[in-house]
């Protein structure tokens, strides 16, 4: 096993771009069956460039990659419904833990 001459900073920021552009993909193409040959087309990508050890080209090629990014990015993301910013988050909030009438204060016992 070789030892890379890069961060594990690097390792983390190369992860998630690869993760950013694999959801932005899913972003654009819902089904599986035509999501997954532009998923292993993005991973032949990355897998091409995994030997570069010059920093200036590396910094080069992640670069045009995150540039690639911010220009395919989609406009309407998807976001699940119960996260912030789905159709359903808040959607039902939990009740007061309180009385919703205090019937001591009306005087009715």
Partial sequence: MS???????HRLYVKSLYKRMLKNEQDW???YDLFRPRALAIRAE???????SDPRA?????????????????PDPYIP?????????????PPPLGPIFDHEASGHH
């Fill in 3 to 9: 030892v890379s001459p890069f961060s594990s900073a």
């Fill in 29 to 31: 193409v819902v089904r």
């Fill in 46 to 52: 990355f897998e091409s460039n995994r030997d570069v």
């Fill in 58 to 74: 590396l910094a080069n090629i992640l670069e045009k990659a995150e540039a690639k990014l911010a220009e395919r990015r989609h």
């Fill in 81 to 93: 419904a119960p996260f912030p910013g789905g159709t359903k988050w808040e959607r039902n909030a």
